[in-house]
């Protein structure tokens, strides 16, 4: 097991890169397996996720290449397996985005429970309702905690799905069983983050007859068969919510690159809202808190393209350390405020009633031993311990590796006074 040690090396600066989204690139990976030809995505993040999937799509048969830096050649020509392996799947819950291609192709797959960060209980029933409207059958085996669906004796029919709840990993899956389903597809309530219209992007460029990505209302118009592609995956906008509270939290100024402003509308607003200067510049974001009398705000998480829920907790933190009372309600994953008893630890005061934080601001934190209890809440106790007086150790860091490329690095890069540790 390894860990971080951080400390309060002052104000962070300079200029960071954003990597490729891991959000985006897990699905864009799962795609290729629509189609026996090869894919090739450019600006593919080297994360721990990353590899569960590598190994998942080898699994099912297909070869991937990867050359080191960042560029993956995925070639299916044969599907070996439409069972999930267990250990990856349970390691990843993005693993069951891997369900909608293999249905699609092959008309079968058997996909046990997923796994991943431990912030909500994220059923997998609206993507199972999705398959459903499409004629397949499904079977949830309690007994052996997986579940098989098998499309119908003609394959796949389109048809008009509503989404009780605008899923984002529902709409990937749904997304790519219907591009080979017969007639037309229509998705109601549909996700609208960016990574949907990434996905949507590559499989039009497979041939898939896509349109709406982005709406809440995506129309498939099915295909006999799926070619081929070359894509480059979006910039991580996680990734650059948290560089850019990296800058706010330690009062510095970061040049945020290869990121899309676009993506990151509320952050912007709730940083401009709290005293900091954000700036979009032709090479991303540029983000100064230098001397700024900086003050509290409200956050409530929506889907896109409100608050992000996955930059809730490292905005926290930064709450923390400004002036005034702010409240944080988070609307979409229950148990996302693990990261309070963290904070806490750290002289913070969070306390929570009915999903709402209630953060008492203008603290100063102190070091302490925390946990990364989730991806987003790691990252959430790296910008604390920045800010803290005296050191902070961050355990269980397999979480933040998951989803940042290159973490210790970057963030060094910018001054900061991070160091990874590994321990017997």
């Known amino acids: 097991m390894a860990k971080l040690i951080v400390e309060n090396g002052g104000p962070l600066y300079g200029e960071v890169q954003i990597s490729g989204a891991k959000n985006a690139v897990l699905p864009l990976m799962a795609a290729t397996l629509l189609t026996e030809e090869k894919c090739v995505i450019d600006g593919v993040p080297d994360l721990a996720d990353v590899k569960v999937m590598k190994g998942m799509l080898e699994n099912f048969g297909a070869t991937v290449v990867d050359d080191g830096n960042g560029l993956l050649e995925i070639t299916a020509s044969q599907i070996r397996t439409v069972n999930g392996d267990r250990k990856l799947v349970t390691e990843m819950r993005a693993s069951t985005v891997a369900m909608g291609p293999l249905l699609a192709r092959c008309g079968k797959v058997v996909m046990p429970l997923p796994g991943g960060c431990a912030i909500g209980k994220r059923p ?9 409207a499409l004629g397949a059958t499904v079977i949830e085996d309690d007994e052996n ?4 669906v098998t499309a119908g004796p003609k394959g796949l029919v389109g048809d008009a799905i509503y989404l009780d709840f605008p899923s984002v990993g529902a709409t990937e899956n749904i997304l790519m069983a219907s591009t080979m389903a017969a007639g037309t597809t229509i998705i109601e309530n549909a996700a609208k983050e960016p990574e949907i219209v990434d996905l949507a992007n590559q499989l039009n460029k497979m041939g898939a007859k896509i349109k709406g990505a982005g709406t809440d209302t995506i129309r498939v118009t099915g295909v006999e068969r799926m070619g081929g592609s070359i894509h480059s995956v979006i910039p991580d906008r996680i990734e650059t919510g948290t560089f850019m509270l990296a800058a706010a939290i330690t009062r510095g ?3 945020v690159k290869n990121a899309l402003p676009g993506h990151v509308r509320p952050i912007i607003a709730k940083l401009k809202e709290c005293g900091v200067e954000v700036e979009t510049v032709d090479d991303g974001i540029y983000v100064n808190a230098r001397d700024k009398e900086l003050i509290a705000t409200n956050i409530k998480t929506l889907p896109y ?4 829920t996955d930059i809730q907790s490292p905005f926290m933190a930064f709450l923390t350390t400004v002036k005034g009372k702010s409240e944080v309600k988070e609307t979409v994953f229950e148990n996302r405020f693990m990261h309070v008893n963290e904070l806490n630890r750290m002289g913070a005061d969070i306390t929570i009633e009915n999903r709402i934080a209630y953060i008492p601001g203008g603290k100063t934190l102190h070091g302490a031993k925390v946990r990364a209890t989730d991806l987003r809440a790691g990252a959430a106790m790296v910008l604390a ?3 803290a007086e005296g050191k902070t150790e961050v355990s269980e860091i397999y979480h933040i ?9 970057k963030f060094t890069g910018l001054g900061a006074l991070l160091t990874r540790v590994d321990e017997d």
């Open 124 to 132: 997998i029933d609206l993507h199972l309702k999705g398959f459903r």
């Open 385 to 387: 311990g920045l800010a």
């Open 401 to 409: 590796e998951r989803g940042y490329e290159k973490f210790v690095e």
């Open 305 to 308: 393209p409100g608050f992000p």
């Open 253 to 255: 100024e970061i040049l």
């Open 145 to 148: 905690e997986q579940v098989i």
